[in-house]
């Protein structure tokens, strides 16, 4: 339950409603932001929908790698769509507002969807390492079987982890100002609005982040310590260029999302400012996602060798229909 700003000496009368400050302070730049941020949505909705589409019209590329991309882009879809188009909203209109109900929706999706993001990143890593590391048994370890489960488990974790922490903020009483310095619900905003001292949800968040987002980033870690090592010990080095170019797209997605995720939960609280937070929160929300399935295009030759095919198909058919 929300509270509304009221005298202090005085009870505090119930609101359902919260403000998002968002960039107010940006006022004149609020046309330009809604024209960038909208480019950069379309990009994000657009590529990830490609990269699906691709992979569902070409047999060459229904493997685990690009079963796992499915899912990463149909995550990061969403992950996305939690949040921009309601900053777009914002960016129109004088009234910055949004209900309780609609906060608590907002922050269970971008959890659920940033938490299984780290665990599908994790599997991607794994199976980079199988790839590379155990090639004459890749098909048999990454099975059909085994691929759905690693992806319904990263699903799994994400749903049932982030659907308990976001229920426990929540439950937290919310008090005070009901002015959010933010451009949407994230934990670190809304925990800041309880009446209670919350430095012990705090050490709770912090546990959460490190056993759920630094464990899977340590398997990363350890998959990819055992893949360069692996790859260094190839004979040629065009066989160790190969192998490498097979894991450049993960490591550069891993290396955008981690870095960011990172600053924003890990850093110290003394280094934080509402516009320094919106300005990373911008990089995790908005320009990661957009640069996902245009890394995974443009550093992917399987996938740009799709694309062709599939543009070429689809000339062909049109000329043939003519």
């Known amino acids: 339950m929300a509270y509304s700003e009221s005298d202090p000496g005085e009870n505090q009368t119930i609101s359902d409603v919260f403000i998002l400050v968002g960039f107010s302070y940006l006022h004149e730049l609020q046309s330009l932001l809604f024209l960038v941020f909208l480019f950069t949505y379309l990009v994000t909705v657009i590529g990830n929908l490609l990269i699906i589409l691709l992979i569902k019209l070409n047999d060459s590329l229904h493997t685990p790698m690009y079963f796992f991309l499915v899912n990463l882009s149909f995550l990061e879809i969403?992950?996305?769509?939690?949040?921009v188009p309601q900053l777009l909203v914002h960016l129109l209109v004088e009234e910055k507002t949004i209900s309780l109900e609609g906060c608590m929706a907002q922050l269970y999706v971008f959890t659920i969807m940033g938490l299984t993001e780290c665990c599908l990143l994790a599997t991607m890593a794994y199976d980079r390492y199988v790839a590379i590391c155990?090639?004459?048994h890749y098909m048999t370890i990454m099975s059909s079987r085994v691929c759905a489960q690693l992806a319904g488990a990263s699903w799994l974790i994400g749903v049932s982890v982030e659907v308990a922490q976001t229920t426990w903020i929540f439950s937290l009483p919310l008090c005070g100002s009901h002015r959010i310095h933010h451009f949407f619900c994230d934990i670190p905003p809304v925990l800041k609005m309880a009446c209670t001292d919350t430095s012990k949800n705090e050490?709770?968040?912090?546990?959460?982040?490190?056993?759920?987002?630094?464990s899977p980033f340590l398997l990363i870690i350890l998959s990819y310590i055992r893949i360069i090592s692996t790859i260094l010990k190839l004979p040629s080095a065009e066989g160790r260029r190969k192998a490498f170019?097979?894991?450049s797209s993960h490591l550069t997605v891993v290396?955008?999302?981690?870095g960011t995720a990172l600053i924003t939960y890990l850093r110290p609280k003394s280094s934080s400012t509402p516009e320094s937070d919106q300005m990373i929160s911008l990089m995790y929300t908005v320009v990661t996602p957009m640069l996902n399935p245009i890394i995974y295009t443009l550093r992917n030759k399987e996938v740009k060798g799709a694309l062709r095919r599939t543009v070429r198909k689809s000339i062909f058919a049109h000329n043939q229909r003519n």
């Open 203 to 214: 050490i709770v968040v912090l546990t959460v982040s490190v056993l759920f987002i630094m």
């Open 245 to 247: 170019s097979t894991c």
């Open 78 to 83: 969403c992950y996305t769509t939690s949040v």
């Open 134 to 136: 155990h090639p004459l």
């Open 255 to 258: 290396t955008l999302f981690y």
